[in-house]
């Protein structure tokens, strides 16, 4: 499964895996940035679910 995880600002981190991507809507109530860290735990985390569907 084709997993990239990118910088989409200065510190704050997103994920496509596959043709699923991370919804990134900063301007949203509740939206919380994720670091490079988090971002690739949740990739690894989808990539493992779309896997076993």
Same mark, same amino acid.
């Given at each position: 499964?084709?997993?990239?995880?990118?910088?989409?600002?200065?510190?704050?981190?997103?994920?496509?895996?596959?043709?699923?991507?991370?919804?990134?809507?900063?301007?949203? /109530?509740?939206? =919380?940035?994720?670091?490079? $860290? !988090? +971002?690739?735990?949740? /990739?690894?985390? =989808?990539?493992?679910?779309? $896997? !076993? +569907?």
């Amino acid at each position: 499964m084709d997993i990239e995880v990118f910088e989409v600002e200065r510190g704050q981190w997103a994920y496509r895996v596959g043709g699923v991507y991370q919804e990134w809507h900063p301007d949203r /109530a509740g939206f =919380v940035p994720m670091s490079q $860290a !988090e +971002a690739t735990a949740c /990739a690894a985390v =989808v990539a493992a679910r779309l $896997a !076993e +569907a």
